[in-house]
């Protein structure tokens, strides 16, 4: 306010320093009018003086009448100047006004852009610090993700290691029933089984280290392959059946003549002959008369006969025992009184005692004696490649 103020003296101003030019312009022209001569001029003839006062009374009425047209146009100047003056002041306080408006609005954007860039300044802060927290956060569960995965590495290296001796443990084991099939049982068919059962363990565990152990047992394998074969669980299960029937098998001395029946008999005839045909019957019934062509069987008392079928029973079962430890004197001598007691003792005629003795006699052409391999190689790798790592410790 205080420049529009300046401005607006400064134009009255120069508005009277105009109108005060004009003024002295109009007493100077009145002192000294158009065509009078200066005060110094050369004194003229009294003629000429006159004629020269016409002239000047004629000027200076002239030169009044141009003086009052100088001032009302010098005034019509000043009044156009003090309008212009006005008017640029009016035009000046009207552009401060909209400056003044334009500024307070500019003014309320920056404030209102200030309030939005503090109220984005705390909520980025907000974030920030939100951030930071979650950085720690993820640090923290960074950190302790490595801890895991190295408890993690720790670990799955000594499952590593167990799972190998887990393996090996397992294996050695598996060699340990296939040694005692052979020695105990002569078992080939159950060694060779569980032979195979340790090579598929090893190749399953998929280690390198292992490829010496597997080619041993290969070795083994292909031994109680090409050796020679009992069937020792078969023998053992026709051993077992002929034990199971014994005690239904008939003893000679149980066997009855076959009655024949009397032809001449009618059934159409009296009373008083078939009566006497029926006890004439009964009277031959009384009387056997046998044709002997072997010796006859030796009797026996019921309670005899129970202890001859057990000891059939416990001859069959020394049988099988030899055939178990490879026992072929044993096993053959066995099988050759269990046939005698069968032919002396039992019903030669009967189908079950027949059988029994065929399959005796087919027994005890069997061949059990056989050298068999052992897989002591496999056992002794497999210890030796577990002290070899005990010792290392890998």
């Not at 290691?161 to 078992?187: F, K, P």
């Not at 195979?196 to 190749?203: I, S, V």
Request: hydrophobic letters at 45%.
């Amino acid at each position: 306010m205080s420049k529009k103020s300046t401005e607006e003296k400064v134009g009255q101003s120069d508005n009277d320093a105009k109108i005060e030019v004009g003024t002295d312009d109009a007493s100077a022209d009145r002192e000294n009018p158009v065509g009078q001569a200066p005060d110094n001029a050369p004194e003229a003839s009294v003629e000429g003086r006159n004629q020269s006062d016409l002239g000047n009374d004629g000027n200076a009425e002239r030169q009044r009448s141009g003086s009052g047209l100088m001032a009302a146009f010098a005034i019509l100047l000043a009044l156009a100047a003090a309008g212009f003056s006005a008017w640029q002041a009016y035009e000046s306080r009207r552009v401060a006004a909209e400056l003044e408006l334009e500024l307070a609005r500019k003014l309320a954007e920056i404030e209102t852009i200030g309030s939005d860039s503090r109220r984005l300044s705390t909520g980025a802060r907000d974030v920030a610090r939100d951030v930071e927290a979650r950085l720690g956060q993820i640090e923290a569960r960074l950190v302790g993700i490595q801890s895991q995965r190295l408890a993690m590495d720790s670990l799955y290296q000594e499952l590593s290691l167990s799972r190998d001796e887990w393996t090996l443990a397992e294996v050695e084991q598996i060699l340990l029933v296939a040694s005692q099939q052979l020695q105990l049982a002569s078992n080939v068919k159950a060694a060779l089984v569980a032979l195979e059962a340790a090579d598929a363990r090893l190749a399953r565990s998929d280690r390198p280290q292992l490829t010496q152990l597997r080619r041993v047992v290969a070795e083994d394998i292909e031994r109680l392959k090409a050796s020679p074969f009992v069937d020792v669980t078969g023998i053992g299960l026709k051993l077992e059946i002929i034990i199971a029937s014994i005690d239904e098998m008939p003893l000679a001395i149980e066997t009855r003549p076959v009655v024949v029946a009397d032809a001449g008999s009618d059934s159409t005839a009296d009373g008083w002959r078939l009566m006497l045909a029926e006890v004439w019957t009964d009277l031959r019934s009384l009387v056997r008369i046998e044709r002997v062509e072997a010796p006859s069987a030796p009797l026996l008392a019921p309670d005899q006969a129970f202890f001859l079928r057990e000891n059939v029973k416990l001859r069959l079962l020394g049988a099988r025992l030899a055939l178990l430890a490879g026992d072929e004197i044993g096993y053959k001598a066995d099988l050759a009184a269990a046939t005698e007691w069968f032919a002396r003792y039992y019903d030669g005629t009967a189908t079950s005692v027949t059988s029994a003795v065929e399959a005796l006699d087919e027994l005890a052409q069997s061949d059990i004696r056989i050298e068999l391999p052992n897989v002591g190689a496999s056992l002794d790798a497999v210890r030796n490649y577990r002290l070899a790592r005990e010792r290392t410790g890998s």
